[in-house]
């Protein structure tokens, strides 16, 4: 019977705890981010996957084909190629082809990379249902966003809109995207 009294008592304190410890998590604030909607701030220390850096007195990449972040890679999953051209003092990349389904972030490669031509790019939301779109051409990446860099700059500034609305238009609520479908 002893035994009995201290089981139920023992159980109902546990109760009380874990009742106490839900209240108390209730109450407070809630820290859920809405992520398609709202994102975290990314630490400065984050390691995305590596990208070519583009030299900004020339905009070429930095890049020489040296390979040496090829050889220091333990994954291999880096393949550098290039060519050199006529006149000139080194090569050119023409392919640098990251598998990123091997790469383990290590970051040996951009360690050894003596000329600051590739860094870990900024890049988290990676998803995709086929393994394909995880090989990546670096060089070409970097050449796409210099095109689009380059096709923004070109394109006029838009006009702000005006501040004039008429009366039926401010008393309707915002209709978002969602609420539309």
Not at 126 to 142: C, G, N, V, W
Not at 159 to 174: C, N
């Given at each position: 019977?002893?035994?009995?009294?201290?089981?139920?008592?023992?159980?109902?304190?546990?109760?009380?705890?874990?009742?106490?410890?839900?209240?108390?998590?209730?109450?407070?604030?809630?820290?859920?981010v809405?992520?398609?909607?709202?994102?975290?701030?990314?630490?400065?220390?984050?390691?995305?996957?590596i990208?070519?850096?583009?030299?900004?007195?020339?905009?070429?990449?930095?890049?020489?084909?040296?390979?040496?972040?090829?050889?220091?890679?333990?994954?291999?999953?880096?393949?550098?190629?290039?060519?050199?051209?006529?006149?000139a003092?080194?090569?050119?990349?023409?392919?640098?082809?990251?598998?990123?389904?091997?790469?383990?972030?290590?970051?040996?490669?951009?360690?050894?990379?003596?000329?600051?031509?590739?860094?870990?790019?900024?890049?988290?939301?990676?998803?995709?249902?086929?393994?394909?779109?995880?090989?990546?051409?670096?060089?070409?990446?970097?050449?796409?966003?210099?095109?689009?860099?380059?096709?923004?700059?070109?394109?006029?500034?838009?006009?702000?809109?005006?501040?004039?609305?008429?009366?039926?238009?401010?008393?309707?609520?915002?209709?978002?995207?969602?609420?539309?479908?």
């Amino acid at each position: 019977m002893k035994n009995l009294v201290s089981e139920v008592y023992s159980g109902v304190k546990s109760l009380f705890t874990g009742m106490k410890i839900t209240l108390k998590e209730f109450f407070k604030p809630t820290i859920t981010v809405r992520y398609p909607y709202e994102t975290l701030k990314i630490p400065p220390r984050f390691r995305g996957h590596i990208e070519l850096v583009r030299d900004a007195t020339t905009g070429q990449p930095k890049c020489f084909v040296c390979k040496l972040c090829e050889k220091a890679c333990p994954s291999d999953c880096i393949t550098v190629e290039g060519v050199k051209p006529e006149g000139a003092r080194r090569k050119t990349v023409t392919n640098y082809r990251l598998d990123f389904t091997k790469c383990s972030l290590c970051g040996s490669c951009v360690e050894a990379c003596r000329d600051g031509a590739i860094r870990f790019s900024r890049e988290y939301n990676l998803a995709s249902t086929s393994k394909e779109e995880f090989i990546m051409d670096l060089f070409q990446r970097l050449e796409t966003q210099g095109a689009e860099a380059e096709k923004a700059s070109e394109t006029p500034a838009l006009q702000p809109p005006s501040t004039t609305t008429t009366a039926a238009a401010a008393d309707k609520p915002l209709q978002t995207s969602l609420e539309a479908k």
